[in-house]
């Protein structure tokens, strides 16, 4: 059985994607080198997310924590993305499952997750789960929120309600170090049964 810590959960998200800078986009001399390491999380979960997938594209997806500052930093490889093992599990009929990934890198280019900011409301997303099940998600909104109070946390750390797929990712004005860019470009997506 998975616990939740739902009040520390909905600190430390909001500091999360705050802190968490989003790459560098060649403007700046960071590179993902000087990024922090996710703290990786340990799942034991049959349907946790190994993978997501947009169309034809797919990546592997990471589970994930908080550090001790609260910040929830994506996988260094930006070609993999990041599951909140505190948010909630694909195929749980409630909650929010959080997946973000960092948009670029200096070094390494575009990341998976630069996606996020170019869906549609209609477009579809997978998850697939460790036991080999898949689950699909209809693009309901996406939005670009100021990393300066405007993430919606509510909605982000939410363990009730209909089950509803957050892709979180940077968008906006590259600003530099240590936020990247300016605003969390965020996907909400619903379940919908295939």
Partial sequence: MRRFAPLL???TLGTALLISGCGSDGHT??????????VVATV??????VSLSLGDNTAPTDPVATDADGVLLPPQDV????????????GSNTGTIVVTGHIDDASQGGGFAKKFSGLKEGDEVTLSGKDGHTWTYRVDTVSSVSKNGGLPLDELNRLDGPETLALVTCGGKFIGPP???ENNDIA???RIET
């Fill in 9 to 11: 959960a909905a600190a």
């Fill in 188 to 190: 909400f997506a619903s």
């Fill in 29 to 38: 001399t960071s590179s993902q080198s000087d990024l922090r390491a996710p």
């Fill in 179 to 181: 936020l990247g860019y």
């Fill in 44 to 49: 034991d979960d049959p349907s946790q997310p």
């Fill in 79 to 90: 070609s993999h993305l990041g599951w909140w093992a505190d948010s909630a599990l694909p």
